[in-house]
């Protein structure tokens, strides 16, 4: 991952609505964007859940996803193993880093004969500590959201990375809700998730614009993901609260412009502009041995005479010359 931007990762998700050509122009679309990586998930539909038709298994009764059944959902939205070798050669080809949300050990073992380099661990996997222990053992860079985690649960999972010796470990602050709203984002929880864990942070944004990102930037994350589609129109299970090629590539310059923002710590002032501040001036001629009073000399614009922190310290004392109005006072006028 980058060490001195923001690593920002555009996530395919199943925005490829099961068609490769599909999928790799929408690739091509994310490098022109400005993405830094492609992020696609690992998984056939018995990785996530169980074919049953019961009230755990059953159509979801609200939301977005409303009348589907789990297992039907994940057969639609699951990338076909064998597009990952070429996806992540076309991919790389523009520049881009290509990893993967894996969601069970045979899908690790897969995404390691891909020599993948980063691995991504969803929302909703947290509490999969099994599968955490054996993703962090791989030794590559984890990235962890945290949807829906509680305080415990985070400490859980970056433990877990820790006790097999990975300590590169990335959290992102995410809120669960397809798409969420910008009030639900909380993003003062990201300094707080570096300064409790000692990690790095990031933000994973399911709102619709770029707001949250340029935000979460300004407060420490170093990573940003959004999902990216080439049209909504296309439709598909992600594609509601997915960014178009447009939307994305504004918010990559916005992200940018955070980053450039931020710059570092500093309170130079440029001799130019300290030319610009105020100074203490004679206001009408003075004759040699007259008292500076107020009515004499004053603070104006601009900064060639003294500080006006002396202004009280020259008031009462004796002129040693002639001064004229306009002239900037100095040490050895008095």
Same mark, same amino acid.
Not at 42 to 54: A, G, I, M
Not at 123 to 137: G, W
Not at 269 to 280: A, H, T
Not at 285 to 290: A, L, Q, R, S, T
């Given at each position: 991952?980058?060490?001195?931007?923001?690593?920002?990762?555009?996530?395919?998700?199943?925005?490829?609505?099961?068609?490769?050509?599909?999928?790799?122009?929408?690739?091509?679309?994310?490098?022109?964007?400005?993405?830094?990586?492609?992020?696609?998930?690992?998984?056939?539909?018995?990785?996530?859940?169980?074919?049953?038709?019961?009230?755990?298994?059953?159509?979801?009764?609200?939301?977005?996803?409303?009348?589907?059944?789990?297992?039907?959902?994940?057969?639609?939205?699951?990338?076909?193993?064998?597009?990952?070798?070429?996806?992540?050669?076309?991919?790389?080809?523009?520049?881009?880093?290509?990893?993967? *949300?894996?969601?069970? $050990?045979? &899908? !690790?073992?897969?995404?390691?004969?891909?020599?993948?380099?980063?691995?991504?661990?969803? #929302? %909703?996997?947290?509490?999969?500590?099994?599968?955490?222990?054996?993703?962090?053992?791989?030794?590559?860079?984890?990235?962890?959201?945290?949807?829906?985690?509680?305080?415990?649960?985070?400490?859980?999972?970056?433990?877990?990375?820790?006790?097999?010796?990975?300590?590169?470990?990335?959290?992102?602050?995410?809120?669960?809700?397809?798409?969420?709203?910008?009030?639900?984002?909380?993003?003062?929880?990201?300094?707080?998730?570096?300064? *409790?864990?000692?990690? $790095?942070? &990031? !933000?994973?944004?399911?709102?619709?614009?770029?707001?949250?990102?340029?935000?979460?930037? #300004? %407060?420490?994350?170093?990573?940003?993901?959004?999902?990216?589609?080439?049209?909504?129109?296309?439709?598909?299970?992600?594609?509601?609260?997915?960014?178009?090629?447009?939307?994305?590539?504004?918010?990559?310059?916005?992200?940018?412009?955070?980053?450039?923002?931020?710059?570092?710590?500093?309170?130079?002032?440029?001799?130019?502009?300290?030319?610009?501040?105020?100074?203490?001036?004679?206001?009408?001629?003075?004759?040699?041995?007259?008292?500076?009073?107020?009515?004499?000399?004053?603070?104006?614009?601009?900064?060639?005479?003294?500080?006006?922190?002396?202004?009280?310290?020259?008031?009462?004392?004796?002129?040693?010359?002639?001064?004229?109005?306009?002239?900037?006072?100095?040490?050895?006028?008095?």
């Amino acid at each position: 991952m980058n060490n001195n931007n923001t690593f920002i990762i555009a996530e395919l998700s199943a925005n490829h609505n099961n068609n490769f050509d599909l999928a790799v122009k929408t690739i091509q679309e994310m490098a022109k964007a400005g993405a830094d990586a492609v992020k696609v998930q690992t998984y056939t539909p018995d990785s996530l859940t169980l074919d049953v038709d019961n009230e755990y298994f059953g159509p979801k009764e609200s939301g977005l996803w409303k009348g589907r059944r789990p297992y039907e959902l994940f057969q639609e939205g699951s990338l076909p193993y064998e597009w990952h070798e070429p996806l992540k050669r076309a991919a790389e080809k523009l520049g881009l880093s290509f990893f993967s *949300t894996p969601f069970d $050990k045979s &899908g !690790v073992d897969f995404l390691e004969n891909l020599n993948i380099p980063i691995y991504k661990i969803a #929302s %909703l996997e947290i509490t999969d500590i099994p599968l955490i222990a054996y993703v962090a053992s791989k030794k590559k860079p984890m990235i962890i959201s945290t949807g829906v985690a509680e305080l415990a649960d985070i400490e859980r999972a970056v433990n877990t990375c820790r006790k097999v010796g990975n300590e590169d470990i990335t959290l992102l602050k995410c809120t669960s809700e397809y798409p969420a709203t910008v009030a639900q984002a909380n993003l003062l929880t990201i300094p707080n998730l570096r300064d *409790t864990f000692g990690v $790095k942070v &990031g !933000v994973s944004d399911h709102t619709m614009g770029s707001t949250v990102p340029v935000v979460a930037v #300004s %407060l420490g994350a170093s990573v940003v993901e959004k999902h990216f589609i080439l049209e909504r129109g296309l439709g598909g299970p992600d594609s509601g609260f997915s960014m178009e090629p447009d939307e994305f590539r504004r918010m990559v310059n916005s992200v940018r412009e955070a980053e450039i923002s931020l710059g570092k710590i500093t309170y130079h002032v440029s001799e130019p502009n300290k030319l610009r501040r105020r100074s203490l001036f004679v206001a009408r001629d003075i004759n040699k041995g007259e008292l500076f009073t107020s009515d004499n000399i004053r603070s104006v614009r601009p900064g060639n005479g003294l500080h006006p922190c002396h202004y009280e310290e020259i008031i009462g004392k004796k002129a040693k010359m002639d001064l004229v109005k306009g002239q900037p006072l100095a040490f050895h006028h008095f």
